[in-house]
């Protein structure tokens, strides 16, 4: 099965190290709202998408269903 986006941002973040709040400081984000993206309750906007790939050293690739952060090579 495919992660979700969910699923795909938290193993990036765990992959880096990084406590919640550490991501959403260098993204410039509420940690709560970081929380609420990793449990599938909120979606971010395109913008926060791009930062969190930018903050993670990533490229946030989506197709149906199937959300991935592969590390910049």
Same mark, same amino acid.
């Given at each position: ?6 699923? !795909? ?6 992959? *880096? &190290?990084?406590?919640?709040?550490? #991501?959403?400081?260098? =993204?410039?984000?509420? !940690? ?6 990793? *449990? &599938?309750?909120?979606?971010?906007? #395109?913008?926060?998408? =791009? ?11 989506? &197709? ?10």
């Amino acid at each position: 099965m495919s992660p979700t986006f969910a699923e !795909a941002l938290k193993k990036a973040r765990l992959g *880096k &190290g990084w406590t919640q709040a550490q #991501l959403a400081e260098k =993204v410039g984000i509420c !940690a709560c709202t970081l929380y609420k993206y990793e *449990k &599938g309750d909120y979606e971010p906007s #395109l913008i926060n998408i =791009v930062s969190l790939a930018d903050a993670l050293k990533c490229q946030f690739q989506c &197709g149906k269903a199937n959300f991935e952060f592969t590390p910049h090579e």
